[in-house]
């Protein structure tokens, strides 16, 4: 999979997918054969293969080409994955005013773990969409190596070019005269809108005997419909003979539209939002030409194709479609934003009877609480300073916000860790949070572990050995010691810099420790571990993910609601 649909990323379910996507594409991803092969070095150094100083067997690059050789006889495909599992797949995502840590976009985690799959592995299992047709069982048709080019044009007889790229299952002709297959993949409701394209390759110009539609996503696998109106739950296009066919009820039913044939490109959408099924012929939008069942939550893509025709699909994940699928779902989400906008409801549930002193129904006021509370909470006293000057300017008569002092060691901490000063933002902990550290052992350890891989990147071999095996004599456990091992590894590159767990740990790993060390210490202050945007950002997603109206698949809060 190339890429995800325009129209898709507009919706709740490609933005979920996108922003999977996005993180897995974060983390760097050895490809080539000189990535596989140094990412084996590291496993060979991770196992003690090559003693205490891996570095010095880089130079004898004989004994190390063995060493791979061994590991290669295991099977590529073993190797291969044996070079994907450096990565850490968390959740984590942080970025706040250039660099500093999000509370309200960021997740924690309570271990390290560095072991993942491949990504392009993951993120295909993760997103199930349908991306070419299958080959039935007893096949009778000619399907493309991609799975999406179907020709019935000669199905007799096997394809013999050496360079055609269509290959025959069964050379037996059909019995009724009509081939028929189904996308890979269902279509799920929570998709909310799904679209894809047929394009009729070669066939009658007056009309190609072609269908192209839907069928139930609860059918058996086995289950194949011809679109004919012969199976309960299938919707079918027609363009021999412009039918729209449908099976309900116990009963075959017909409407109306237009004929489609040679050069033609048809379209076809559900949309769980009306709980429709919509075509398209040549970029034009012809309407609704089916009403969904109520109790149907998934379908799957299905074609049918008499003798002597062929087709292109296209499922969006490639190249763009020939109907502008974007404006359409975008009039939707306009429509239900126009909904919001008009309801009435206040943008935030507050409490008229309410005692406490933030509540207000201006929205403004409630705003620009919200802005200093989020200033205080993470300890930024200069933006509070000039947001406070300019509400003054403005005529506010609010009283001014200030940084707690417990928040503003938040951010003094933030800052030397993000400058590779461990030791001094572990002294300046202890000395304002004594026990803080000695209840939190995992916290104090990722904290060292960042403190190592800076020994790393300034080039000290000596001293990450000696500050690595003081670490290992005071963290025992075996967990401990397998992340040691993982970052002793980095020993043997040439330039641990550019290795994808050197990177982790100084993006991700980093910004998750300081996230975890702001909850801990407002924890420990009594405050709030959350600033009060993060809490309202993450009961606004938990609201929505509940919700059972299906128009909130048209939309997400952050990137539709909160301009961040």
């Given at each position: ?5 325009s129209y898709l990323l507009k919706l709740t379910y490609g933005y979920e997918l996108q922003r999977r996507g996005d993180r897995l594409k974060s983390y760097e991803q050895p490809k080539s ?532």
């Open positions: 999979m190339s890429s995800f649909p054969k000189q990535d596989i092969r140094d990412t084996m070095v590291t496993r060979l150094s991770t196992n003690g293969i090559l003693g205490s100083s891996p570095a010095l067997f880089n130079q004898n690059e004989e004994y190390i080409d063995k060493l791979v050789d061994i590991l290669k006889s295991k099977g590529l495909e073993k190797a291969s994955a044996m070079a994907s599992n450096e990565l850490d797949n968390d959740e984590s995502e942080a970025e706040e005013f250039g660099g500093n840590v999000d509370d309200s976009m960021t997740q924690t985690s309570e271990g390290l773990n560095f072991n993942s799959e491949d990504s392009s592995n993951v993120f295909s299992a993760s997103t199930h969409l349908p991306s070419r047709w299958i080959t039935p069982k007893d096949c009778q048709f000619e399907l493309s190596l991609d799975g999406l080019e179907i020709s019935t044009k000669n199905p007799a007889k096997p394809v013999t070019s050496s360079s055609s790229s269509i290959t025959v299952n069964l050379p037996n002709h059909s019995q009724t005269g009509v081939f028929s297959t189904k996308a890979n993949h269902i279509v799920p409701e929570s998709i909310g809108i799904y679209y894809y394209e047929v394009e009729i390759v070669f066939g009658l110009s007056s009309g190609a005997d072609v269908t192209v539609g839907f069928m139930d996503g609860d059918h058996p696998e086995e289950i194949i419909s011809s679109l004919r109106g012969h199976d309960e739950n299938t919707w079918g296009y027609k363009g021999k003979d412009a039918k729209l066919i449908h099976f309900e009820d116990g009963r075959t039913n017909f409407k109306s539209s237009c004929k489609f044939g040679n050069k033609d490109v048809v379209g076809c959408g559900v949309n769980f939002i009306n709980d429709s099924i919509f075509i398209t012929k040549n970029g034009a939008f012809l309407g609704e030409a089916f009403q969904l069942p109520s109790h149907i939550n998934k379908v799957i893509p299905a074609i049918s194709l008499g003798a002597w025709n062929s087709v292109s699909t296209n499922f969006g994940l490639s190249k763009p479609f020939r109907f502008n699928i974007d404006n359409y779902v975008e009039s939707f989400k306009l429509d239900f934003k126009k909904k919001v906008l008009e309801s009435g409801s206040p943008w935030f549930a507050l409490n008229e009877h309410s005692s406490d002193p933030d509540n207000t129904t201006d929205t403004k006021t409630f705003i620009d609480r919200m802005i200093k509370k989020y200033f205080d909470h993470n300890g930024y006293g200069n933006a509070l300073k000039a947001f406070n000057r300019e509400l003054k300017e403005e005529g506010s008569t609010e009283p001014e916000g200030s940084v707690r002092h417990e928040n503003g060691i938040k951010k003094h901490i933030r800052t030397l860790i993000k400058a590779n000063r461990v030791d001094d933002a572990i002294d300046t902990i202890n000395s304002n949070f004594p026990s803080l550290l000695q209840d939190n052992q995992s916290v104090l350890f990722k904290l060292e572990c960042l403190k190592l891989i800076s020994v790393i990147g300034d080039k000290n071999e000596s001293d990450f050995l000696k500050y690595a095996q003081n670490m290992r004599s005071r963290y025992p456990s075996e967990p401990y010691h397998k992340t040691l091992d993982e970052i002793s590894a980095l020993l043997a590159y040439n330039d641990p810099k550019q290795t994808a767990l050197y990177k982790t740990f100084t993006d991700f790993e980093r910004d998750r420790v300081i996230f975890n060390l702001s909850e801990l210490i407002s924890a420990e202050s009594g405050l709030p571990t959350k600033s009060n945007f993060a809490a309202m950002i993450e009961k606004a997603q938990s609201l929505e993910s509940e919700c059972s109206n299906k128009e909130m698949r048209l939309v997400n809060i952050l990137s539709d609601f909160v301009d961040i």
